[in-house]
């Protein structure tokens, strides 16, 4: 029998994923993916210049979960001015395995928040030291939220420190952070964040590094979260030479992510790369094994993260009856 079609909106979803369990389901997608159990080919890319507009295209599937789907994004530069809608469109459309029916349409955007900052976590609780107290954020947009929420699962967090280029943003995530019963402000450098965090997430647009080899210190973690394409950096490369570096997937992160410009320049080449991510969550390789390591984990957002999450939004939006209904699409 066909199955419906449920159309979820950002409201309809916002609120319905709980950190704690996202956590574990992309654990378990990085675990499943280390074990060589899921498919996810390279994105792929739709240029429209008329527009100064891109779409990219993130299938993947998890055989052993029954779970597949694929993200959508556009980034078109336009919007806001001439559009009104945001730069920045997530849609991900989710397929059963069995039929190949589109089960579910949703916005990508708090799949997204949720899954980039469940990676995050993931990464923090294999590589960071068991006794960091201190998180620091650069970069206070979009993501910040998820991404201090998922760090204050994985370590008994004491206090936060956040920067970004605009103050009120920076003075938001602390008060945020405030909210949950810990010591948090805003600084005014970057530099303050770094010396004085046990781990840090950046999660800003650069293309340059904001992060200074020289402010760093033994044991510390670092999460580079905000590149996503050629030419993006967030931290000087001689961090990454003296680092334990872990990627997501080697391919997307020598193309897109933070090591993407000491790997294009020569800088920095796979023999630098410790391991990826998937393989640690799959037990092949051991996490962090020496307390004064500085860890650096290179995030660049993989098609099970999003597939994982969206399926479990989609399995609380049945449940609660969430969304639009459409009957037998194919009838
Ligand atoms: N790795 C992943 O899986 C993944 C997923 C989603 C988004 N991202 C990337 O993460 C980054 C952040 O995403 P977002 O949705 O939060 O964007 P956003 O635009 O909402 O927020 C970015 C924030 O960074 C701040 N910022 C910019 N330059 C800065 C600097 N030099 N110092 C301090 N703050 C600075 C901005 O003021 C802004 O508040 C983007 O580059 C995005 O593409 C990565």
Avoid at 202 to 215: F, G, L, N, Y
Avoid at 230 to 238: T, V, W
Wanted: with cysteine.
């Amino acid at each position: 029998m066909a199955r419906q079609l449920r159309l979820l909106s950002a409201s309809d979803l916002n609120g319905t994923l709980r950190m704690q369990d996202v956590l574990q389901h992309v654990e378990r997608a990085f675990g499943e993916r280390g074990l060589g159990r899921s498919e996810m080919p390279a994105k792929t890319y739709l240029h429209f210049p008329q527009h100064d507009g891109v779409l990219l295209v993130m299938p993947g599937s998890l055989p052993q979960m029954e779970q597949a789907g694929v993200k959508l994004i556009s980034v078109h530069t336009r919007n806001p001015v001439v559009h009104g809608l945001p730069t920045l469109l997530s849609t991900i459309v989710l397929i059963s395995p069995d039929t190949g029916e589109p089960v579910c349409i949703m916005d990508g955007s708090y799949v997204t928040g949720m899954r980039t900052g469940a990676a995050t976590g993931v990464a923090t609780k294999l590589l960071a030291r068991k006794d960091s107290r201190v998180l620091g954020i650069i970069g206070a947009g979009f993501e910040g939220p998820f991404q201090l929420e998922a760090v204050r699962h994985v370590l008994q967090l004491e206090k936060v420190l956040v920067n970004d280029l605009i103050a009120e943003k920076a003075k938001n995530l602390a008060a945020l952070a405030r909210g949950f019963g810990l010591s948090a402000r805003a600084c005014e450098t970057a530099e303050e964040v770094v010396r004085s965090c046990d781990v840090l997430v950046t999660a800003t647009p650069s293309d340059r590094p904001i992060v200074k080899d020289e402010w760093m210190h033994e044991g510390m973690h670092l999460n580079c979260v905000g590149s996503y394409a050629a030419g993006k950096q967030e931290i000087e490369s001689a961090i990454l030479r003296r680092a334990m570096v872990v990627v997501d997937d080697w391919e997307q992160a020598s193309h897109a992510g933070e090591i993407n410009v000491p790997v294009s320049n020569g800088e920095f080449d796979r023999s630098g790369v410790y391991a990826e991510l998937p393989e640690i969550a799959a037990g092949l390789k051991p996490g962090r094994m020496d307390d004064a390591a500085i860890t650096v984990f290179d995030t660049t957002g993989l098609a099970v993260q999003d597939v994982v999450t969206a399926w479990a939004a989609f399995r609380v939006a049945e449940e609660r009856g969430l969304g639009t209904v459409i009957d037998a699409l194919f009838r």
